[in-house]
């Protein structure tokens, strides 16, 4: 018990100090106005459902808010003032190029995911992942992305989703296949929670014509507005490049992790048959929320646009891109070392370094501070919990390469690594604090 009262204050530290060059948080100013607001657009929402679905809506919506809620108090969401305020430039535009839409209930919230995705709740709700800032290169397509969450919104697309579902629900097929499964004789736990699960209600759940209606009204707002038009079709393809693998930019580990007084060793990211103990195919980035990273019909909705609307091509607005990237790439360093994802954040730091888009000084603080942090981890024999192997179904084969080393390296190598790191860069980053903690931490450990 005491050692992992240690360890929790030894990350909880880290965590402090990494936090102070930041201006995000993970909670909104006030919880509680943000819970008299859903609760608001809640009980609103059941009330435009007929009085024969009100009974199921008002299950289904409660337990969604509830569940929101705990999104929040998890950190799922980031508040940062620049980003929003970024958006809330797009928003002002959009709605003032399109006074019919009833815009006093929307809420605009960035999650923290580095997938290029966003979704409308479709109460009122909608979120723009952080990956949608490191994909976009200027503000037009990000306003295409608004615009096309806004138009499943006024389609009511969730409302649609939720009435088929409630349908499907309460049909007389479903009632006789929950029966069967109530009526085993054995297997019946298993059997109910097979079926509860397939009928479970996914809110982001869209169909290609849902998505293509959303298209066609989203491009109609997209250009009443002063964007360039051009941008709706650059973002589609750009989405549908990004699809499967999402760390895509190459690194190099031994190149940051040789040293002439202790040199890479090549068996660190070699793999050994143990390592595989994934048995079927997965993603670490599956996407289940609604968006328009519906990759398989991408090329049929550029079309479709193509098609239907003659695109004027404009210059584009990139206002403020390059604080707003630069801000996206502290932040997502930040997100992934709060909560010990370290593989991820050791590609994010290597990734952004080889394309000079992080600068050296901030780099030799993070990666110096990371492997203090995995040495901890390991040394408490916890670092299993935020580290897991490599999946061997895996497209990301960077992340792959990372977890092999992270979980190949032994309390003596890193303890030299972390060393000769840190000596390495030690006059570049004298007179960085967080740098200096690293480098005393490792020259403890290299006494003897």
């Not at 030894?10 to 106005?33: H, M, R, V, W």
């Not at 024969?52 to 998890?74: A, G, M, T, Y």
């Not at 298209?215 to 990004?242: C, P, R, V």
Request: net charge positive; aromatic share 12%; charged share 25%.
């Amino acid at each position: 018990m005491r050692t992992k009262i240690i360890l929790f204050l030894l990350l909880s530290y880290f965590g402090t100090c990494q936090a102070q060059s930041y201006e995000f948080s993970y909670s909104p100013k006030s919880i509680d106005s943000l819970e008299n607001y859903l609760t608001k657009i809640t009980n609103n929402k059941i009330n435009e459902f007929g009085v024969n679905q009100r009974k199921k809506v008002k299950e289904i919506l409660l337990e969604r808010k509830v569940s929101f809620l705990k999104n929040v108090k998890d950190s799922t969401f980031i508040f940062d003032p620049t980003l929003t305020g970024f958006l809330q430039e797009i928003v002002a535009e959009i709605y003032r190029s399109n006074p019919q839409i009833d815009t006093k209930d929307f809420y605009f919230l960035i999650n923290k995911s580095l997938i290029p995705n966003a979704a409308c709740h479709g109460n009122g709700i909608f979120s723009i992942n952080l990956g949608l800032f490191t994909l976009i290169e200027n503000n037009d397509e990000m306003a295409f992305i608004i615009c096309h969450e806004l138009a499943h919104h006024i389609l009511k697309h969730t409302d649609k989703t939720l009435e088929e579902y409630i349908k499907t629900f309460s049909s007389k097929v479903v009632k006789q296949q929950l029966n069967s499964a109530f009526n085993k004789k054995y297997g019946r736990r298993s059997a109910v929670t097979l079926l509860l699960k397939d009928l479970n209600f996914n809110f982001m759940k869209r169909s290609r014509s849902s998505e293509t209606q959303a298209d066609s009204l989203g491009f109609t707002l997209f250009k009443n507005t002063k964007f360039n038009q051009q941008a709706s079709l650059n973002i589609l393809k750009k989405l549908e490049l990004t699809d499967g693998i999402i760390f895509n930019n190459p690194i190099n580990l031994k190149q940051n992790f040789n040293y002439k007084e202790y040199p890479f060793k090549d068996v660190w990211i070699e793999n050994e048959d143990k390592m595989f103990d994934t048995t079927e195919s997965s993603n670490d980035f599956t996407l289940d929320k609604d968006s328009l990273k519906t990759h398989p019909d991408i090329p049929f909705r550029i079309n479709n646009i193509l098609q239907n609307y003659n695109i004027t091509a404009t210059n584009s607005n990139d206002n403020k891109i390059a604080l707003i990237k630069q801000k996206t790439v502290d932040n997502s360093i930040k997100i992934f070392l709060d909560t010990s994802k370290l593989d991820f954040a050791l590609y994010q730091l290597l990734a952004l370094h080889e394309k000079n888009e992080l600068d050296q000084k901030t780099f030799i603080s993070q990666v110096s501070n990371l492997l203090k942090k995995v040495y901890l981890l390991k040394e408490h024999h916890v670092f299993g919990k935020y580290v897991g192997p490599i999946n061997s179904f895996s497209e990301e084969i960077y992340i792959n390469q990372i977890r092999l080393f992270l979980n190949n390296i032994e309390l003596k190598d890193l303890k030299k690594i972390g060393y000769y790191f840190c000596q390495k860069n030690e006059l570049i980053s004298k007179n960085d604090t967080e740098f200096q903690n690293a480098y005393t931490f490792f020259k403890g450990l290299n006494k003897n």
